[in-house]
C-alpha cells in the first residue's frame, strides 16, 4: 500500500517537476524554425553598389545569407571574421549575401565601408526577406545547398571554423539535425 | 480688417441627431453664415464609409504572436518587427488572400510558435486538454478526500459523544462498553498502521482521539457510582435524536462545498476562456476587468459622456473625458475630432488642426474633422484651396438637407476668394464683435538678440503671450500667433486674443514671446527662441511693452 502511493505520487510530481526545469532551462526567446531542410524562399535584393541580386540565379552554388543590422555587436564581431572566410571561398563555387535589416541604408553602408565587405550586401527595408526566412534575432545565418534547400541555420555569431564546415555539409547536400546558437539579439 | 468670429453658439438635440450651430460673421461681407450641423449623423457616415481591411489586419494580427516580444500579439506589439508583419498582414489581404492563409504563410516561417493560440492537434492538443483534465481530476480528488475525512468524522464523532446509554442500561455497563470499544478501536488502527492502510499522520490523529476519548471515559467512569440513581438513563433518547439531526446537516456542508467547488470551477473556466480572446479594437490596450486595468464603461460609453458634456458646452469636462478615450486608445478618430473643435472654440487653431489631422489620419473620411478642419483652415485663410477640397469632401459625405446647403455656400464663399481672413487675425470672443476699448491691449515691439539674427528659420512662428499673474501653471490669457515673422515685429495684444471667451482681459500679465520653429507652441524644439518682458507684471492697457528673443529654451 504505502509502495503503491509512493510510486502514485511519482507518477504525478516527476513530470511537473520535469516541466518546471524545462521551462527554466530553455531560452524563452528561441524559436525554432521550421524551413531548415525545405527550399530557401526566393527573394531580389537591391545591393548597395544598386545592382540586383536574385536568389534562384545562385541556384548550383552554396549561398551563405548572413542577416545583420549595424547596431547589433555581435554583428561587429562576426564582420571581420565573415569577410576573411569569404576571401578565401570565394571562388570555390559560393556565394555570400549580406541582408541589412532593421536598420538604415546610410547605417548600413558605413558598416559595409568599415569592415571593408566585398561580398553582395543590401538593405531590405520593409524585413521582407527576413520575414520570409523566419528572422528573429540577430545575427541570422541561413546555408542554402546547390539545389536550393535550406541546410543549417544559426542564430547568433559565427566564426570561420563553423561556417567553412557548414559550406562543406551544404556542398554535399547534408542537412544539419539542429540549428546552431551562438551570442545574438532579438530583433527589434 | 477682416475679422471672424467662430463661436459654438448654439446646440440642440432632436431625436437621434445632435446639431452644432456654428456662427460665423464675417464683417468685411457682412455675411452671416448660420451653419447646421449633424455631428453625429455624419460620424456615422463615416464610419460606414470606412474601409474594413484595417479591422481585418486587426483581427489577423491579433491571433499572431510577436517573434520578438513576450507573449504579445503582433497587433498590439509597437515593435518594429511586429509593425512589419502587420504591413506584410495587410498587403496579402489586399492581393486576396484569406486569413486562413496568412496565417498558415506566418506558420511555415515560424512554425506554430506564431500562432497565439496553438492549434488544436498534435502534441499542441495536450495544452489545449490538459488544464480540463487536471481541474477534473482535482475535483474528483477533492470530493473523494473530502467524503472519506467526513466519513472518518462521523465514525469519530459517536464515541466522542459517549455518556449516552442505551435504555434500560446503566451508566457504569455504557461507559464500560464505550472503555472496551475505544480499546478495540485502538489495537485496529495500530493494525492498520503496521499493515501500511493507514498513514502516519492519519493513525497520529486517530489514536490521540481515541486516547482523549479513553480517558474521558476513563474520568468519568470513576466518577460514575457503582449503583447509579434511576433518573440517569432519562435523557438518553434526546440526546440520541440530536445525535442523528447532525447527520442530514453533515450531508447538507457535504453538498454545499460540491456545488461550491463546481461553481468555483465553471466560473474559472469561464473567466479564463473570456480572458484569453483576441483584443478587439475597441478594447483598452491594458485589458479589461479580466485582463487589467479597468476601462471605466468602455470606450463608447466615454464618448457618449464626451458628446454630451461638449453639447452642454462643458468644455473642461468634455476634455477629460475625450483624453480618457485617447488614453485607451490614441488613434480614436472622433475623440480627435472633437478636441479639434473644442480647441478651434477656445482659439487653439494649430493644436486644433493637429488634432483634425490625427482624427483624419485615423478615420480619412471622418466628416467632423474634414469639416473642422476646413473651416480652421478657411477662417485662417491659411489654404482656402485645401479647404475648399476638404469641405467638398464632407458635402459629398452629407445627405441632402440644410446641413449640406450650408457647406455648400460655404464653398461657393471660398470660391469667390472674398472672404478670407489674414494669417495672424484670431477668431474673436463674442464680447469683441466691435473694437476693443483702447485701454485693452499692450503694446511694443518684439525684436531679437543681434547674436541670434543669423540663426532664424523663416518657417518659424512667434508666440506672444499674457499669462494671468494669478494662475501659473494654467493655460495662458491671451495668445497672439505671428507666422513668419520679420524682426522687428510691432504687436498689439488685445481682448480679441484671449484664449478662453468672456475672459476679461485686464488687470496685470506676465508677458512673454517665444519663436516656435515648428508653430506648435506645445512643443519644444532645440533651437525655439524665448523672451520675457523684462519688468513683469504688466498692466493691460500698457504701451512699448518691448520684448528681446534671446535666449533659446
Known sequence: MRFRRLILTFIIIVPLLTLLAYGFFRDPRYIPSPIVGRPAPQFTLTLFNGEKLNLADLRGKVVFVNFWASWCPPCLAEAKELEGTWRELKDRDVVFVGVQIQDTEKNGRAFVDEFKITYPNGFDATSKIAIDYGVWGIPESFFIDPDGRITYKHVGGLGPTIVAAKIGEAKQKIVSAKEGKGEYQPIR | ?553
Open chain 2, 1 to 553: 480688417m477682416q475679422t471672424v468670429n467662430f463661436k459654438l453658439q448654439n446646440h440642440r438635440t432632436t431625436g437621434n441627431f445632435n446639431f452644432c450651430i456654428f456662427h460665423f460673421s464675417l464683417c468685411n461681407a457682412t455675411t452671416t453664415l448660420v451653419l447646421l450641423l449633424s455631428l453625429w449623423a455624419l460620424s456615422a457616415i463615416a464610419a460606414a464609409a470606412q474601409p474594413d481591411l484595417e479591422e481585418q489586419t486587426r483581427a489577423i494580427a491579433a491571433e499572431l504572436r510577436c517573434p520578438v516580444c513576450q507573449n504579445l500579439s503582433v497587433a498590439d506589439s509597437p515593435s518594429e518587427l511586429a509593425q512589419q508583419m502587420r504591413a506584410l498582414v495587410q498587403e496579402q489581404l489586399q492581393e486576396g488572400k484569406s486569413p486562413e492563409e496568412i496565417k498558415k504563410f506566418f506558420v511555415s516561417k515560424y512554425g506554430d510558435w506564431v500562432l497565439l493560440a496553438p492549434p488544436k492537434k498534435g502534441f499542441s492538443l495536450l495544452l489545449w486538454v490538459l488544464p480540463y483534465t487536471a481541474a477534473f481530476l482535482g475535483l474528483v480528488f477533492v470530493v473523494f478526500v473530502t467524503r472519506r475525512w467526513v466519513r472518518r468524522k462521523q465514525e469519530v464523532t459517536p464515541a466522542a459523544a459517549a455518556g449516552t446509554p442505551e435504555p434500560g442500561q446503566s451508566q457504569r455497563d455504557f461507559l464500560l462498553g464505550e472503555q472496551a470499544r475505544l480499546d478495540t478501536e485502538l489495537k485496529e488502527i495500530e493494525f492498520d498502521f503496521q499493515a501500511g492502510k493507514l498513514s502516519e499522520g492519519d493513525y497520529d490523529g486517530l489514536r490521540r482521539n481515541l486516547e482523549a476519548q479513553a480517558a474521558a471515559v476513563g474520568k468519568r467512569l470513576d466518577a460514575t457510582p457503582v449503583f447509579p440513581p434511576r433518573s440517569a438513563t432519562a435523557r438518553a433518547p434526546e440526546k440520541k435524536d440530536s445525535a442523528a439531526g447532525a447527520r442530514p446537516n453533515k450531508r447538507w456542508q457535504l453538498a454545499a462545498g460540491g456545488l461550491f467547488l463546481l461553481l468555483f470551477g465553471l466560473t474559472l473556466g469561464v473567466l479564463l476562456t473570456k480572458s484569453l480572446r483576441p483584443r478587439a479594437s475597441q478594447d483598452s490596450i491594458t485589458g479589461d476587468f479580466l485582463t487589467g486595468t479597468p476601462s471605466g464603461g468602455g470606450a463608447d460609453a466615454l464618448l457618449a459622456q464626451g458628446r454630451a458634456a461638449f453639447e452642454q458646452g462643458n468644455w473642461s469636462q468634455a476634455i477629460e473625458t475625450f483624453k480618457k478615450v485617447l488614453a485607451s486608445d490614441p488613434n480614436q478618430p472622433e475623440a480627435h475630432a472633437y478636441m479639434g473643435l473644442i480647441l478651434a472654440q477656445a482659439g487653439h487653431l494649430d493644436g486644433a488642426l493637429t488634432a483634425f489631422d490625427r482624427a483624419l489620419a485615423a478615420a480619412p473620411n471622418l466628416s467632423m474633422a474634414l469639416w473642422g478642419k476646413g473651416m480652421v483652415l478657411y477662417q485662417t485663410g491659411g489654404d482656402p484651396a485645401e479647404a475648399r477640397r476638404l469641405l467638398q469632401k464632407v458635402s459629398g459625405l452629407m445627405p441632402p438637407g440644410p446641413e449640406k446647403e450650408e457647406v455648400d455656400k460655404t464653398i461657393a464663399q471660398i470660391a469667390q476668394g472674398g472672404n478670407v481672413k489674414t494669417p495672424t487675425a484670431k477668431p474673436a470672443p463674442p464680447s469683441a464683435q466691435s473694437a476693443p476699448a483702447a485701454g485693452e491691449k499692450i503694446e511694443g515691439v518684439v525684436d531679437l538678440d543681434p547674436k541670434l539674427k543669423s540663426k532664424i528659420d523663416g518657417q518659424a512662428v512667434l508666440f506672444i503671450i499674457a499669462r494671468s499673474t494669478s494662475g501659473a501653471g494654467g493655460p495662458p490669457l491671451a495668445v497672439k500667433r505671428i507666422a513668419s515673422p520679420k524682426f522687428p515685429v510691432a504687436y498689439s495684444l488685445s481682448a480679441q486674443d484671449v484664449m478662453m471667451q468672456g475672459t476679461p482681459f485686464s488687470g496685470k500679465v506676465f508677458l512673454s514671446a517665444r519663436l516656435d520653429k515648428d508653430g506648435n507652441p506645445t512643443t519644444k524644439e532645440p533651437g525655439n527662441l524665448a523672451g520675457d518682458y523684462k519688468k513683469n507684471p504688466v498692466d493691460v492697457g500698457s504701451k512699448k511693452i518691448d520684448i528681446v528673443l534671446e535666449a533659446a529654451r
